[in-house]
């Protein structure tokens, strides 16, 4: 039975819904989940609404009445994704019930709601078909893969708290560096007793010498300048062993940061596409680059600070245990309520600086994202609000820090004062002893000098704990790229390249049998088969998200598909060498990423060894080597970033250069053509024509017009593959590809009627000559 409601429900936020219903729920119902239903069935955009409470599923469309179902054991909802569109369809045990659409950018509230809706039915008596556990991105509630601490849909890192032990598998890049390591732990012992020493020769200076000569007795001077001697070559010594010990563990961490930063960098380099799609650019930066940092700076000043404290507390409590056992149990009064503190705000210390790092991270993704697109920028007047977007991450920023520095803040004065409070008790102590003849006045001195040297040791590693979880936090997010694992893996006995003409290159025989590909939950290649011959030409046409892009992704192994396999050569991709395997391939993009360099470097990226007469037949046969001729410096003339230096057609034949040099065996053409004007067009399909020869081409172009010379033609679908053959044979066929042409030909000519209809534009006032109205 359908309850019906009218209420107007105008945002799909938890709260603006409960509130909008509250008039239409029972007293003590709740809203679970909401969904923002943004499609009606013909696809087009509505203001609708799909509401979970805990007694029953609600839903309106646009402004209807609202309809229900009671939640019970026979309900089942159903959710598929297709192309950009999601589907949640009601059931019970005979038909269906009723079927929502929503754009995919509503698609992890659906999957809440869907989660929310299956936990209801659970605690109903009856759960619906075994489905795996999820674990939930808390930023936008959808599903994370398993074993995955990173949100594809939102790309929030869902944290775990870092632990002090993960500083330890540092070891792994400090073990080439042991012999350095131990010899400087060495010298930190040998500093260390050195400074034990001086205040040990104050006993006899007080005990033998001024205080005799306080009561009348000669000093002696040979005695003062043995004492005084030893003074002098204990700092002498310390000084020494000090410097040696610093030099050496600091060439030691440097060497451990870079090792570092060049592993997690090469690790990074073999991680799948899926993994930087679901990063920022400025967040990996920041690890690779100042998380190193931080680590480097704690091995070489901090980690060694902390081995030098620990070893002169051990000392110093040895030295005042064997002098006077009861005043150096007064001493360690102090450590108990130390240790409690270090240990109360150690956790807190330890997330907050995590924290401060991913915050810190959003800082660096508005520079890196601001930077590159400074010309976009500008272009629209958007300076104030990326400075307002740059002030409110940098304010963000500051109000963790200040959070973090109010507990900072009152730790450190807090330990500072037990340490005083505990100096003033052993003086308290020791003149008792003292007025009790138990110890002289030169024991009381040694020990108030011990202790000085004791306490200021506590009281640093006390700050030690800052420094020591801030490279915690820092190691934490290092090792969760080190720990990644890509999703695109190499084999473990990898199958040699041997088909083609030379050892190492391939024919060009591409056979992809029954292959599927998903993109998270969403379905986007199903059953796909297709035989390409080597040396032919392929042209991939049909509408915008029928699988084409990600097809081409599959084939140059990206991805790795989800079901089947492709086949190069009659062997599966993924039993050949990933790097082995795209050497033979070449990629022409319809937007081009040229380097920082010279045209020349760009031009040799693939082949760095490729020499300058190489280098200019790979521009003569992409007709790039007259325009770089008139450059000031040829082909030494700077591209600027990201090849801003260049026009979009130069950009694009310095790319089809880069392919033609590497000579690959199979070619993948990206709408290399599509961004560009007629002329342009012109001078790149000259080009392209050579590139193509004797090669496995496979062409994507939203252009029909500029597949003509293709062998086949792959007309595809909803990741389908629908029609296939040449271009005079599909168009007699009238099927899908002739419905695309004819659509194509109609807005082509439909845009030359209406510019040849449009009066040319006015001259401005400005463009009359003067005295003319």
Not at 176 to 201: C, E, H, K
Not at 425 to 451: D, K, M, N
Not at 742 to 759: F, K, M, N, Y
């Amino acid at each position: 039975m359908q309850h019906q409601h009218s209420v107007d429900l105008s945002s799909g936020s938890p709260s603006s819904v409960q509130q909008a219903l509250q008039g239409h729920l029972a007293a003590d119902e709740n809203v679970l989940a909401s969904l923002a239903v943004d499609l009606d069935p013909q696809l087009r955009f509505q203001h609708g609404w799909l509401v979970l409470t805990d007694r029953r599923l609600l839903a309106r469309q646009n402004n209807d009445t609202w309809q229900a179902w009671p939640l019970s054991p026979e309900l089942q909802l159903l959710h598929t994704d297709y192309a950009g569109v999601g589907t949640l369809a009601l059931h019970d045990t005979q038909k269906q019930l009723a079927k929502w659409r929503y754009t995919l950018s509503v698609d992890p509230q659906a999957l809440r709601l869907l989660k929310q809706f299956e936990l209801r039915i659970t605690t109903l008596g009856q759960a619906p078909a075994a489905t795996e556990e999820l674990t939930v991105c808390p930023t936008c509630h959808a599903p994370l893969p398993p074993e995955s601490e990173d949100c594809s849909v939102c790309g929030t890192d869902v944290h775990t708290p870092p632990s002090t032990w993960v500083l330890l598998r540092l070891w792994r890049f400090a073990h080439p560096y042991r012999q350095q390591l131990i010899a400087g732990f060495v010298l930190t012992l040998l500093s260390t007793a050195a400074a034990m020493v001086p205040p040990y020769l104050t006993i006899p200076l007080m005990d033998d010498i001024l205080i005799p000569f306080q009561n009348g007795q000669s000093i002696e001077p040979r005695l003062v300048m043995l004492y005084l001697g030893g003074l002098l070559l204990a700092a002498i010594a310390g000084w020494g062993l000090n410097w040696a010990r610093t030099y050496m563990l600091s060439l030691a961490s440097e060497r451990i940061g870079a090792d570092l930063r060049t592993a997690t960098f090469e690790h990074l380099l073999t991680l799948s596409l899926d993994y930087f799609g679901a990063k920022r650019t400025g967040d990996l930066m920041a690890r690779i680059g100042s998380e190193t940092d931080r680590i480097s700076v704690f091995l070489s000043l901090h980690a060694l600070d902390f081995a030098t404290d620990v070893l002169m507390i051990t000392m110093t409590a040895i030295i005042l245990f064997s002098i006077n056992p009861w005043l150096a149990l007064v001493t360690l009064l102090p450590l108990p309520f130390i240790a409690w503190m270090i240990h109360t705000v150690r956790d807190r210390l330890r997330t907050g600086f995590e924290k401060i790092d991913r915050v810190w991270s959003q800082v660096t993704n508005v520079l890196a994202d601001t930077i590159p697109g400074i010309r976009v920028v500008k272009a629209f007047a958007q300076e104030r609000r990326e400075t307002q977007r740059f002030r409110d991450a940098n304010r963000h920023n500051l109000e963790v820090n200040d959070r973090l520095n109010k507990i900072w803040s009152l730790f450190t004065p807090t330990v500072s004062l037990l340490t005083e409070i505990g100096l003033l008790v052993v003086w308290a102590f020791g003149i008792w002893l003292v007025s009790r003849q138990q110890i002289t006045v030169g024991v009381l001195t040694a020990f108030i000098a011990y202790i000085g040297r004791f306490y200021t040791r506590l009281d640093s590693m006390s700050r030690i704990v800052s420094v020591t979880q801030k490279a915690a936090a820092g190691a934490k997010r290092i090792f969760d790229i080190l720990d990644h694992v890509s999703n695109v893996p190499d084999p473990v006995n990898p199958v040699p390249l041997g088909g083609g003409n030379t050892p190492g290159s391939l024919r060009g025989q591409i056979d992809m049998k029954s292959i599927g590909f998903r993109y998270g939950n969403r379905s986007v290649i199903r059953d796909l088969n297709l035989s390409i011959r080597p040396g032919e030409m392929i042209g991939l046409v049909g509408h915008s998200g029928s699988g084409k892009s990600t097809l081409v992704n599959l084939i140059c192994r990206f991805y790795d598909v989800t079901d089947g396999s492709i086949q190069v050569d009659g062997t599966d991709i993924r039993r050949i060498a990933v790097a082995d395997y795209r050497r033979n391939i070449g990629l022409v993009l319809q937007e081009p990423f040229l380097f920082f360099g010279t045209i020349a470097e760009n031009i040799a990226y693939g082949k760095p060894e490729a020499t300058r007469q190489e280098i200019v037949a790979a521009a003569r046969a992409a007709h790039a080597h007259e325009f770089i001729l008139r450059l000031p410096q040829g082909y030494d003339s700077l591209v600027g970033e990201r090849g801003q230096g260049l026009s979009g057609g130069e950009r694009q034949r310095i790319s089809i250069a880069r392919a033609l040099l590497i000579d690959p065996r199979i070619l993948i053409l990206d709408e290399a053509t599509s961004s560009v004007d007629t002329e342009t067009e012109k001078e790149i399909q000259k080009a392209l024509d050579n590139l193509v020869q004797g090669r496995t081409t496979i062409a994507i172009a939203h252009r029909l017009s500029t597949l003509r010379k293709a062998d086949r033609l792959v007309v595809m679908d909803r990741g389908h593959v629908v029609e296939v053959g040449p271009h005079d044979e599909l168009m007699a066929q009238q099927g899908a590809y002739w419905r695309l042409y004819e659509a194509q030909a109609r807005r082509v000519d439909g845009d030359i009627d209406s510019d040849a209809a449009s009066p040319l534009p006015a001259p401005s006032h400005a463009a009359h000559p003067a005295g003319t109205p």
